[in-house]
């Protein structure tokens, strides 16, 4: 079994920055595309940014210049700094991982952590 954990979520006035993480764990042979997602009150999920095992990442339009995903393979850690947030932000973020175990490759979702930005 693999367990993902996200944290570093809260509340933020308007223009301020929050950095993510989402700490893997478990039975994991290797980590392959990474990404956060979120999901606002009564909208579908929605996909942030995405990093590949490569390192190379995408980030959404919304998002692009404001928020950057990275990644420690030593710690199997991946990362959101988010800055210059907006009211917009505010939502659900899910940590999501494609993970290799013994045999087979499945995808992992976190439990979530709540970001609130207040204008």
């Known amino acids: 079994q693999v367990q993902l954990v996200e944290s570093g979520g809260g509340w933020v006035q308007a223009g301020g920055s929050l950095r993510l993480s989402c700490l893997a764990s478990g039975s994991i042979v290797s980590l392959n595309t990474m990404a956060w997602y979120r999901q606002a009150p009564g909208t579908q999920r929605e996909l942030v ?3 590949s095992s490569d390192g190379s990442t995408r980030a959404a339009d919304p998002v692009k210049g404001r928020f ?4 420690d393979a ?5 990362y959101l700094q988010m ?3 907006n009211p917009e932000d505010t939502g659900d973020y899910y940590c999501y991982a494609y993970v290799r175990t013994a045999g087979t490759y499945t995808a992992y979702w976190g439990q979530g952590t709540q970001v609130t930005v207040s204008s």
């Open 74 to 78: 030593a710690k199997n850690t991946v």
């Open 49 to 51: 940014a995405v990093i």
């Open 68 to 71: 950057t995903i990275s990644r």
């Open 83 to 85: 800055n210059r947030l």
